[in-house]
């Protein structure tokens, strides 16, 4: 089967709605298809991945862990936007430390978030071979 | 690559994040409430380079459904389903700004 | 060309299933193949087959179904997520019968199934378009 580079476009915040979390599940299932997976948080999409969040107070699974599973499955292109982050008081401090191990180096422990501008968000959009949107 | 938004300019902010990264090479397509994007008023001017360029299309139906097609901002083209369907087979990969 | 489309979601409420109709209709009338139409999140809802509009108002299911969208084997091309349905009451006799349920709702145009089939769908077809919110 081809390999395709597939991008996972979240836009809106947890819990409001189940796009984060259903997108979430799309992307587990994408890791057994060897497709070049890159997911990018956009907007208010940003919040799906900041840290301390719980959710003991609203009746709702927090499944904010399950993205710190996301490198086992070899899902290690998580592309943050800086302007959202900036626009939003967030930083990278403010967000999960999420990691893989590197097959390449030696099962290096290495993030798997990456804060980029708008001018890189724009150059790995031209990439994409198909762009699914929650 | 095709962008679609398809909400107003005035409720979200979906077509501001796609001006942020769209790439010189590719056109916006107004659908559904995103075609009151295409309208003329105060927010106009966002739209109004990548219009002059050609690279702006509104989708006709739904311009018609909400009665701004005498309200059109300068240079929006104008579609129906068939074009609609041209735009992504010529465009590439579809983004959409959902 | 090879065209999929994903609808994120359910009819009436949202425009997306329409224009994605709308689309999908022109797409088949200008010599393209819908590989898959996806229905996602509450897009699982267009394939309630109980579903009764007033008489003067489009019947969004049936429309879908009219499409006709079948692949080789004959199996219908309109997929409708397996988790995403269940947890919203969107059931087919099989899944009916595995959870003790006393109905099933599933349109017969439309078939219950895995993500992995909008993934698939990523791959097979030339171009995806996303229809929601």
């Not at chain 1, 490198?71 to 999420?98: H, T």
Request: with cysteine; glycine share 6%; charged share 25%.
């Amino acid at each position: 089967m081809a390999t395709k580079k597939f991008m996972y476009l979240n836009r809106k915040a947890p819990y409001g709605t189940v796009y984060a979390l259903e997108s979430l599940e799309v992307v587990l299932i994408a890791a057994a298809f060897e497709q070049d997976v890159s997911l990018a948080f956009i907007d208010d999409g940003v919040y799906q991945i900041v840290k301390d969040q719980n959710t003991d107070g609203i009746g709702m699974k927090n499944f904010s862990k399950t993205y710190h599973a996301l490198g086992d499955y070899d899902i290690n292109q998580l592309f943050v936007s800086a302007e959202s982050l900036k626009e939003r008081g967030l930083s990278a401090d403010d967000l999960m430390p999420l990691v893989y191990e590197d097959e390449d180096d030696d099962w290096a422990e290495k993030p798997s978030v990456k804060i980029v501008s708008n001018a890189e968000l724009k150059e790995l959009m031209s990439e994409q071979d198909v762009c699914l949107s929650f | 690559m095709l962008h679609t938004v398809n909400k107003s300019v005035f409720e979200r902010n979906s077509l501001q994040s796609c001006l942020n990264t769209i790439d010189d090479s590719s056109v916006i397509l107004l659908i559904e409430d995103g075609v009151i994007s295409a309208a003329k008023h105060t927010k106009s001017a966002l739209l109004a380079d990548l219009a002059a360029a050609g690279r702006v299309f509104a989708l006709q139906g739904d311009v018609e459904a909400r009665g701004i097609s005498s309200k059109l901002a300068d240079n929006i083209k104008l579609v129906d389903y068939e074009g609609f369907v041209d735009l992504v087979v010529e465009h590439g990969t579809a983004v959409s700004w959902v | 060309m090879k065209i999929s489309i994903q609808i994120n979601e359910g009819p009436y409420q949202h425009q997306a299933s329409d224009s994605a109709y709308q689309f999908a209709k022109a797409a088949i009338a200008k010599g393209h193949e819908i590989f898959r139409v996806f229905f996602y999140h509450d897009g699982v809802n267009n394939a309630s087959r109980f579903t009764v509009p007033p008489q003067d108002d489009r019947n969004i299911v049936n429309q879908w179904a009219e499409l006709d969208i079948k692949n080789a084997a004959g199996e219908p091309e309109l997929v409708v997520c397996i988790a995403a349905a269940l947890r919203r009451g969107m059931i087919d006799a099989s899944e009916a019968g595995k959870n003790g349920i006393d109905g099933n709702n599933i349109h017969p145009a439309f078939r219950i199934s895995g993500l992995g089939q909008l993934i698939e769908a990523g791959i097979q077809s030339e171009r995806l378009v996303v229809f929601g919110d």
